[in-house]
């Protein structure tokens, strides 16, 4: 598997220079890089609606119909109206985290005797709820925000990629070496 892995480094290298180069966009053109995100979803669940559909008629499983036929027209309408969607995602998450940092508190609140640091607990659900309360008021802000941390991200994860790409490179002479 080495061997497969090492002769293939460029594959590693491209693939984090891919992410490099997105996470770079996602700096410097936040609304771009929203788009593209928002476009590749649209075209995933398009997509998966589709196979959702072949899947549900071959099983003759009408729960696996409908469902692809939501996957479909989530895809329609992401293509159709991309703002929407992007704003709608955005108020999913903020409200995901104002239901999370809620339920945090409440957990931290029962379990306070078995606990210890539980106002630990407490201030992070405060934070989650906090950051679901500016993603709602200010979901421009919290989409560029967003975007920079799924940025910063990116960067990391290619640098990663890019490093262990280069380690295989020089990895493969080595496994030629054992070969021979």
Known sequence: MIRTLAEHWWVLLLRGLVAILFGVVAYARPGVAIAFLVLLWGAY???DGIFEVVAGVRAKYGALVLLGILGIAAGVITFLWPGVTAVTLLYIIAFWAI?????????????RKE?????????SGACMI????LLMRH????????????????IAWGVLLV?????????LGKVAAKAA
């Open 130 to 133: 906090l950051l679901g309360m």
């Open 139 to 154: 979901p421009e802000a919290g989409a560029v925000s967003v975007m920079w941390l799924i940025g910063a991200f990116a």
């Open 115 to 123: 606990v210890e640091g539980e106002w630990l607990w407490i201030l």
């Open 45 to 47: 669940a398009f997509i």
């Open 99 to 111: 239901v999370a940092g809620a339920l945090q508190i409440a957990a931290a609140i029962r379990l």
């Open 163 to 171: 490093i262990l790409a280069f380690r295989l490179k020089g990895h």
